[in-house]
């Protein structure tokens, strides 16, 4: 996906962190549409038109995977794209979860620098506009 192209939803708590995110996605050209708490997160992944959504595993209100598991059983009519988690757990049990409830993978955000970011995320976009 060329450079420029993309909404994003990013729902995280952690807003020196979301910040940063934000920040990256911008320069790559990239709309990101934030949300703080895991609530606002599924109301604005419920709108759908979302190229990705990055959902932490973590947060106030609704976790991660209950906003996942409420995407798969009511999926917007606008779908979105892939679901990618933030989380700080390596933990295999922890991802396989969150892919069986659909998730399209993991981003560890302890171990994740700026530009490893930017190549993931763009992988994943490229992944959903190959069809």
């Avoid at 973590?58 to 991660?64: I, S």
């Avoid at 933030?86 to 620098?113: F, R």
Wanted: aromatic share 4%; proline share 5%.
């Amino acid at each position: 996906m060329p450079k420029g192209k993309g909404k994003v939803l990013l729902v995280d708590d952690d807003g020196t962190l979301r910040a940063l995110y934000v920040d990256v996605l911008e320069r790559e050209g990239l709309q990101v549409d934030q949300a703080v708490e895991g609530k606002e997160g599924l109301e604005k992944a419920k709108q759908g038109g979302y190229d990705l959504v990055l959902l932490d595993f973590l947060l106030p209100g609704l976790e991660g995977t209950q906003i996942l598991k409420e995407l798969k059983e009511n999926p917007p009519q606008k779908a979105n794209g892939p679901i990618v988690m933030l989380t700080n757990s390596d933990q295999v049990e922890v991802i396989e979860k969150c892919k069986a409830l659909g998730a399209a993978g993991a981003i560890i955000k302890s171990t994740v620098v700026p530009d490893q970011l930017v190549q993931r995320i763009q992988g994943y976009l490229k992944d959903q506009h190959k069809g």
